[in-house]
Structures are given as structure tokens and as C-alpha cells.
């Protein structure tokens, strides 16, 4: 199965003591920030709803497994659906509320394709996996005909309605895009390749967000080895009309309506893991820098960009060090007012040779370009952060 790749997670506990250089879990100097984070999930298995104005956890979930795959969240921000195993090939698909953290359901992807409408399908949820505009569908990697593509699942039935191949795309490369008028369905957006066999070109495929038709291809790179086309994320921009590509070397800025690149930067990074996250008001992008998880702890920066990828001054998370150590910085995610970014940092208890750090949430000042605040989770281990209407 073409680019299955699964990467174990140290399950060995250890302690650290912390030496922070900011206050940890103490409220924000300013009040205003009135916002309710879900993070995770992290080596234990649990996912936390962090209260930003406290600057605290204030629920925990039960474990959904140690090995967790892809997330999406409903439009509504209401449910998180997630595939996660214990051993394979037993994976499964798992539905949470939000706001209580408890299981709504767990299905087995075996059982799940097995209820296939559309002939023989494999479904295997390890990269890829989004909730239509309209909230009704999912899309999760799988196979069908021995081709690689995208399995569209009914939430309701869970029954595989349709398959979009072939199409190979990584974690992040799969983003829905809300309707812009009455009557739009809204588009998925999808950056990958459709090349079985190298040179594979990367592509950002613009999709009917009801039919899942392809409206619209454009080719970002024209040839790589990269079994994804060299491109690793998409995010819409606040706007609906515009599109960001990260990809191995450079980020993109993509006009929907004028089906255009308008603004290309290269990549300040090489860390395979980096996400980008934007402000509300789409003046601010944010890049984190995880390293490569065994010998590089990144850089310690969040770099920062303008609406139209030009380099701004970036943010020093070096200021939350952990014995002197700085931290490893995974996702972000910005706050409605646009003045507050949250990221997460740390790394499994095991296996960095640089050592490990803890997971906590840094809380930065967009204006200062500060870390104001550090939350502790107390687990391990560097996971996705989730903005709850």
C-alpha cells in the first residue's frame, strides 16, 4: 500500500522538571481572550479541553487508543472524528463531542468498507481524512481496484458512497471549503498527485464540495519523487478566495477565482512536520518548526508571514525552554481577535535524542511576538490544536 507508513510511539513514561521562563498556567495579562481549545491527542491517548482565559485544562477524555491516525473536525466544530488503532489491522473510526469529550461511536474500518455500495474498497485512514462543507460526507485514504484514492463515507450509515482516484495526498492536504453564496456547495480542496508512478506532479485539485467532481486542477510542481507531488498542506485563507499550499520547498498562494498562483515564498524550513495556521483576518500566517522527531528539535521559532508570504519578524518560543531547552513546536491556532496564538509543543517521552519535553500549550502575544503564557497538559507528545466555536 503506497506511502503506509507507521511510526510507533514510545509508550515509556518519564518525568521532567520544568524550568520555564514565563508563568505557566496563570491567566493572560489581558482578560480578552475568551476562547476554548481542544487539544490532542497525545501518547496517553486523551484529548483536553483547555480554557484560554484561565489558561487551564478543564476536562480530560478517556483514552481513544495509543496509536491515532487523521482528525477532522465538523464544520459546526461540534464532533471530531479520528482514526485510531491499537493493533493493527484492527483500526477503527471514532466519533467525540467536543464540548463533553465522550465517545459517540466507534466503528471498524473492516466492517465499515465491508458495507460498501460501490464494489470491494480498502479503507486505510492513515493519512487523510475531512468532513464535507455540508457536514454529511467523510473522506478518508483508501483503495479501490487497486488504485489509491479517497473513500467518501456517508457519516450517518457509514456506508463507502463514492471513490476519488487515483490521488495519493498527505494529512493535512485535504481542507473543505464553507459555501460563499446561496445555493454553493462549497468546494473540498485537495493537494496531492494523481501520477501512480514517478516523476509525480503536485497538484491542488479544487472539488465540488456535494458531487466531489473535480472543477479545477492546478499544477504547483511540475515533477518530483515525491509521491505527493511535493506538497504537504492546504489552507483556505479567511476569504473563501484564496488558497495556501505548503509544500516541501515553497508555499503558495493560490486565487480561486483567477485560478492563479499570486504569491510564492520559499520554505524557511526543512522539518517535515511543519503546519501553517492563519489569522482570522488573514493579515498573519504562521508556520511551527517540529524538526524531524530522533535529532532535530527545530529551531525553537514560529515564523511569521504576511497575507501575501512576505517574511515578517518570527516568534521565539526559546523563552518556555525547559531546562534550558527549547520548545518543539507542532500546530497553531490563532484567536477570533486575531491578537493571541496558541501552539503546541513537546515530544514523545522516548526516542528524541536531543531529550524529551512535555506537552504544553505556548500562549503568544501576535503583537509583542512574546510567549505570554505556558499551559501544561501533562502527557507527552506534540498534537493537532482545534479552535471550538
Known sequence: MTGYLRKGIALLALTATATVGVTCGEPLASSSVDETLLVGPYESGRFYLVDARRGRVIRTSGSVGPFVDALALSPDSTTLYLTAFEWLPDEELIEIDTRSLEILSRDSLAEIAGRSTIGPVEIY????????????????NGERRDTVGLVVLDIDSREPVGFLGPLANGRDAIAALPPRSAGDPGSVLVAGSRDVRPPHAGQLYVLDGSTFEVRHVATLVAATDDEWGGLRQVLPAPDAHNVYVLGLDSIYKYDLDAQQVIARARRPIPSPGAVLSVAPDGTR???TDPGDFFDYAGSGSLFVFDAMLETQEPIDSRAAAINGKGPVTHRSVVSRDGGTIFVTAGTASAGPLFGPRPSRVLVADA???TIVNVISLGDWGGGPIYLLH
Open 285 to 287: 500566517l504562521y508556520l
Open 125 to 140: 485512514g492513515n493519512y487523510a481524512l475531512a468532513v464535507s462543507p455540508d457536514g454529511t460526507r467523510l473522506l478518508v
Open 367 to 369: 503583537r509583542s511576538r
